[in-house]
């Protein structure tokens, strides 16, 4: 009895959680498409013949579509033509086709013609306005969106190639996935209809239209034409991405083995978007701030993210577009892929920005979402179109890259290259699976590849690795331990079952810093030894820091490490250190203290990238971790620590100062004046902001931003209106962000009030109402007052991105580190549901909890370290 009922749930759940999939009676095989937009009505009207191969005789078709309204729907096969009787499921969002003879096996087509409305909502089809108030419209289609423009079969795994034609306006440039073969004046006075050339083979989300005034700048690589289209006005912003848009695709061309696969590429930057940017084939779409650059006025910072978002997006022209993922489930491969391959590619022409070290403050950001226990695996199931949108997260974008990095320096990168060679060929135009990269991983290279992956792949979380070394008869004992780590105390004592197959590389040092040995092993029980030549004093366990694991030590050893720090580790190792250490500060394997210990020895630290991950943990703990007691004895040691640097980088860019030097600068000084109250650097931004204001050449782009954020915190109303004048008056999208998001900085509740209304108000563009509102609540002055904002606003800003971007504040509600606020984000979602939020929500809830129990479990800690260690003395 109880069997069968166990047996009913099972078959009833899996019904229910198949309904989002498409049956697979039949596969499109070509799309003809015609869109023609109506820009007075705020609407278009769409005609779409599918092209199918029925696999057995039915009366019955399902494609989707969403929020259209069909005038016709027939099913045509053997030069028989049957009206279809229609009947559309808003919730599933799926029209099912009902014929009254049944369609045999073989090829068949299915029409439609339709209309729908040209939204607000920054996906499906959407209007958007350029600055001079012109309206455009333009396509957002992944995840599952491109059933909002056409019907489809809107499933990665059903590509087929697409015939597209669009009647527009006569002004309007139309942009899609193919290049033009024809653009004639008509049907009516004013309009021209523009037709593409039949498309690669490709799946529905990757479908693109851009149909407004656009003006571009003209490139090329390797014969292939290169376009950044911009609203007008724009263009001149677009030279930088056109630079290094042709190294990434000649870049490509050499480390795929397969030529750039489409005939031309476009890369347009759009004034209203809502993620970065899109991949869609060859067509390729980008917030303004991702891609345009003003010439001579943008930080090394900007210029960075720019080239990587670019080089990011055409790695997926490879790596998603030509082979794409079976199904969502697999999506890290498309964005872990691309994420790890937009440092890789962009390092070849610009190693000095030292992408590598970037990376390394990434992963140890990774690993502590990797260390909720509502994280989830690389491959994760999931169904629902909320559920999909959720999967794109600092998971399967951060820990697919460092697993991937881990993988290549394991098998050495000319072999992983072989290997992703031999996946894309045997997969062009088609779909794969994480399996099928390992799979192909592990031939070429004869390598264990499919025993380590699935290890990182199928399972949860990242392992902590412990070690312990001694030296006898000149050899050095190493054992290794494996752990999953949980940031949860309760959790990380209480141990798990996972065991990981982990790529560990060793190195060993003696007392006077210089190497004993080197060593990569692979580790692969709960706990093992091994054995290193020579007798080494310390031996560290990610050298090279390509590992997706933190490294624990015992106290004396790392103190030993410590001692030399520079000269024994490289920066990408110390970057890494700094983060295992942090992390067994959180669990309590070690006293915060012994954190301050090793941020005390980086006094002298040369590089830019180590200094960022220590002041971003110093402004944590500056954030969460003091209280009124010791606020005070904190400040004055962060001085004492980042004084003799601050007075060393000083204000001045001298000329022909690094990169690394700028950036440096700014986050010391940023760190200085935030963190530390210390009032110099407040002073020196105040009066650096009044002068941008005035002229924004008179401040280096390097300092643009920490110049507004230090003078906003004690800013008054004065200095807000000023701010919010130019903000409205700049086209330039990095000066427009800086200062959008330095309005959220302010330290007065009144005028973060006003930042908060602003972010909702009319002619304010909804792509940057999720980021302003977000950046309230990170600021610990707005916090309280943002909250009870969002509560109260709750549905105007779900609205405000068609739901989906509600998931940037559902995320930033984890920063708050209070136990009051954390009730109220409980009580308030549980009340409220945000479908496309469930596991965002659960993090955040996970993070505040464990913010306040480490807040708790410090706080006489910290103040008599604090009185040990001098932090008091300036008082
Ligand atoms: N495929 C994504 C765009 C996307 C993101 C679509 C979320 C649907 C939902 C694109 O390749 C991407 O990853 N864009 C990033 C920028 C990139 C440089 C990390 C983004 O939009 O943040
Ligand atoms: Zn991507």
């Not at 073989?106 to 939204?119: D, V």
């Not at 209007?127 to 499933?155: H, I, M, N, S, W």
């Not at 950001?365 to 909720?372: C, H, K, N, R, V």
């Not at 310390?538 to 050893?557: D, L, Q, V």
Request: negative net charge; proline residues 5%; aromatic residues 10%.
């Amino acid at each position: 009895m109880r069997r069968v009922w166990v047996l009913v749930a099972v078959v009833s759940l899996g019904i229910f959680c198949a309904a989002q999939r498409l049956p697979e009676e039949a596969v499109p095989t070509h799309y003809r498409l015609s869109i023609a937009p109506n820009f007075n009505s705020e609407s278009f009207s769409g005609e779409t013949t599918i092209d199918i191969e029925v696999k057995s005789a039915t009366t019955e078709f399902v494609v989707n579509a969403a929020e259209l309204t069909f005038q016709e729907a027939s099913v045509s096969s053997g030069g028989h033509v049957q009206k279809a009787q229609l009947t559309l499921d808003p919730k599933q969002e799926t029209a099912r086709l009902r014929v009254a003879t049944p369609v045999p096996p073989g090829p068949a087509s299915l029409h439609f013609r339709y209309s729908g409305k040209l939204n607000h909502e920054l996906r499906g089809l959407y209007l958007g306005k350029d600055p001079d108030g012109r309206k455009y419209a333009v396509t957002q289609f992944e995840a599952t969106d491109a059933r909002r423009a056409f019907p489809c079969f809107d499933e990665p795994a059903y590509k087929a190639t697409f015939d597209i034609t669009v009647t527009a306006r006569k002004s309007d440039t139309v942009i899609s996935n193919a290049k033009v073969v024809s653009d004639t004046a008509g049907p009516r006075p004013g309009q021209h209809v523009v037709r593409f050339a039949r498309s690669a083979k490709m799946s529905s989300y990757l479908v693109a239209l851009a149909i407004g005034k656009f003006e571009f700048l003209q490139g090329a690589a390797d014969g292939i034409p290169i376009r950044i289209y911009t609203v007008p006005g724009k263009k001149d912003m677009g030279r930088a991405a056109l630079d290094h848009a042709e190294r990434s695709l000649a870049y490509f061309n050499r480390y795929f083995g397969i030529p750039y696969p489409f005939e031309k590429l476009d890369l347009i930057g759009l004034p209203d978007f809502s993620a970065g940017a899109m991949e869609n084939t060859a067509a390729i779409t980008f917030r303004e701030r991702d891609l345009l650059l003003e010439p001579g006025r943008s930080s090394a910072e900007n210029e960075k993210n720019v080239a990587q978002t670019i080089a990011h997006e055409i790695a997926h022209q490879w790596f998603g577009d030509l082979v794409t993922m079976r199904w969502w489930d697999d999506l890290w491969l498309n964005e872990g892929f691309a994420t790890w391959m937009e440092s890789k590619a962009v390092a070849s022409w610009k190693p000095e920005w030292k992408l590598e070290l970037d990376d390394a403050l990434a992963v140890n950001g990774t690993l502590m979402s990797d260390a909720l226990a509502d994280t989830h695996p690389l491959h994760q199931a999931a169904d629902t179109p909320e559920q999909i949108n959720e999967l794109f997260d600092n998971i399967s974008y951060g820990k697919g890259a460092a697993v991937l990095r881990m993988l290549e320096s394991y098998l050495g990168p000319d072999k992983f290259q072989s290997g992703i060679q031999v996946y894309l060929k045997k997969h062009a135009y088609g779909n794969a699976t994480s399996s099928d990269l390992w799979k192909a991983l592990a031939e070429v290279s004869q390598q264990p590849v499919d025993k380590i992956m699935p290890t990182f792949v199928q399972q949860a979380g990242a392992p902590m690795i412990v070690v312990t070394a001694r030296c006898a008869q000149m050899q050095t004992y190493v054992q290794m331990g494996q752990q999953r780590f949980f940031e949860d105390r309760a959790l990380f004592g209480a141990g798990g079952e996972e065991l990981w197959q982990v790529p560990v590389c060793l190195k060993s040092g003696d007392n006077s810093g210089k190497k004993v040995a080197e060593q990569c092993v692979l580790l692969s029980e709960r706990s093992q030894d091994f054995k290193l030549p020579g007798c080494g004093f310390w031996t560290m366990a990610n050298a090279g820091a390509n590992g997706y694991y933190i490294s624990a030590y015992e106290p004396t050893s790392l103190r030993d490490m410590s001692q030399d720090l520079e000269t024994v580790l490289n920066p990408a190792e110390r970057i890494r250190l700094l983060g295992d250490v942090w992390a067994s500060v959180r669990v309590g394997r070690q006293p915060l203290g012994d954190f301050l210990d090793l941020a005390s020895g980086l006094q002298k630290e040369p590089s830019g990238p180590v200094v960022e991950q220590l002041t971003a943990t110093l402004e944590y703990i500056g954030d969460n971790l003091v209280n009124d007691r010791n606020r005070v004895a904190y400040q004055h040691w962060v001085q004492n620590l980042l004084r003799p640097i601050a007075n060393e980088l000083g204000w001045k860019v001298a000329p022909g100062e690094s990169d690394e030097r700028k950036t440096m600068r700014a986050q010391v000084q940023y760190t200085l004046g935030y963190t530390a109250r210390d009032p110099e650097p407040y002073w020196e931004a105040s009066k650096l902001a009044k002068a941008a204001l005035e002229n924004p050449a008179a401040v280096d782009p390097s300092l643009t931003e920490i110049v507004f954020d230090l003078a906003a915190m004690r800013g008054d109303a004065a200095l807000y209106d000023k701010i919010l004048a130019r903000m409205k008056q700049t086209n330039a999208p990095e000066e427009y962000s800086i200062l959008m998001l330095a309005l959220a900085r302010f330290g007065d509740p009144k005028l973060l009030e006003r930042t908060l209304q602003l972010s909702i108000s009319p002619g304010f563009r909804s792509q940057d109402t999720p980021p302003l509102i977000a950046a309230v609540m990170t600021n610990p002055a707005g916090q309280q007052l943002a909250w009870e904002f969002v509560s109260s606003h709750w549905d105007e800003i779900e609205k405000s991105s068609g739901g989906f971007n509600s998931s940037t504040i559902v995320q930033a509600t984890g920063n708050f580190c209070d136990s009051g606020l954390r009730d109220q984000v409980s009580e308030f979602f549980s009340q409220h549901k945000a479908p496309a939020a469930e596991r965002t929500l659960r993090q955040a809830l996970e993070r505040m909890r464990n913010c306040v129990a480490m807040k708790a479990q410090n706080k006489s800690y910290m103040a008599s370290w604090l009185t040990e260690h001098g932090g008091g003395s300036g008082r």
